[in-house]
């Protein structure tokens, strides 16, 4: 699975911002995809995951009933809805994806790895 995302961009504190993981390559079908992040200075971490076919949904505490993850199954892309945003969720955004349905928080777990894109936060 090769994963590609997109719509990051410069939002001010209180905002939204929708990024998108777009797939191509091996069947979409049967991964689960997440997102982790990173932000300078420190370390990679979970921010949520949506099983297949998109029953189950997980995420971070940090982010929990801010953000929501979303995949469209026929156009094969996830979604990252982030609403609420806040200074300290400035961190590149990547797209992972796992085989298997499940999603998990572990980044040891996912085997496909998009290049990110940055979200910026001001206060």
């Known amino acids: 699975v090769q994963l590609q995302a997109s719509g990051g961009g410069l939002v001010q504190a209180g905002g939204s911002l929708r990024v998108s993981c777009r797939t191509s390559?091996?069947?979409?079908?049967?991964?689960?995809i997440g997102w982790f992040r990173q932000a300078p200075g420190k370390e990679r971490e979970f921010v949520a995951a949506v099983s297949w076919p998109g029953t189950r949904t997980l995420y971070a505490n940090s982010v929990k009933g801010r953000f929501t993850i979303s995949r469209d199954n026929v156009l094969k892309t996830v979604a990252l809805q982030m609403d609420s945003l806040k200074p300290e969720d400035t961190a590149v955004y990547y797209c992972?994806?796992?085989?298997?349905?499940?999603?998990?928080?572990?980044?040891?777990?996912?085997?496909?790895w998009g290049q990110g894109t940055l979200v910026t936060v001001s206060s």
């Open positions: 992972v994806g796992r085989t298997g349905n499940w999603p998990s928080s572990r980044a040891s777990e996912y085997e496909y």
């Open positions: 390559g091996r069947s979409f079908d049967n991964n689960a």
